[in-house]
């Protein structure tokens, strides 16, 4: 499912080129495995931005730990 939720999103960003689909699906599932959530249900919560930008700050510092 979740690369159904991936490319549903390439459609709708008119991302066509195979390599950037490539590179842009790696990081995604990369964030996704890194906040230790499930893509598929992500965004069904009724979550706020805080929420959101938690997540973000918590991939920020394990790649910054990991020197990424």
């Known amino acids: 499912m979740s690369d ?3 490319d ?6 008119l991302i066509t080129s ?3 689909q490539k590179s842009y699906k790696c990081s995604i599932l990369k964030f996704f ?3 230790n959530k499930d ?3 992500y ?3 009724n979550k706020t ?9 918590k991939a920020y510092m394990k790649l910054d ?4």
């Open 4 to 6: 159904e939720i991936i």
């Open 18 to 20: 195979s390599n950037t």
């Open 49 to 57: 931005l805080d929420d959101y930008e938690n997540d973000l700050n």
């Open 8 to 13: 549903r999103f390439f459609e709708k960003k």
């Open 33 to 35: 495995s890194l906040i």
């Open 43 to 45: 965004f069904d919560n």
């Open 65 to 68: 730990k990991q020197n990424v």
């Open 39 to 41: 893509i598929n249900t």
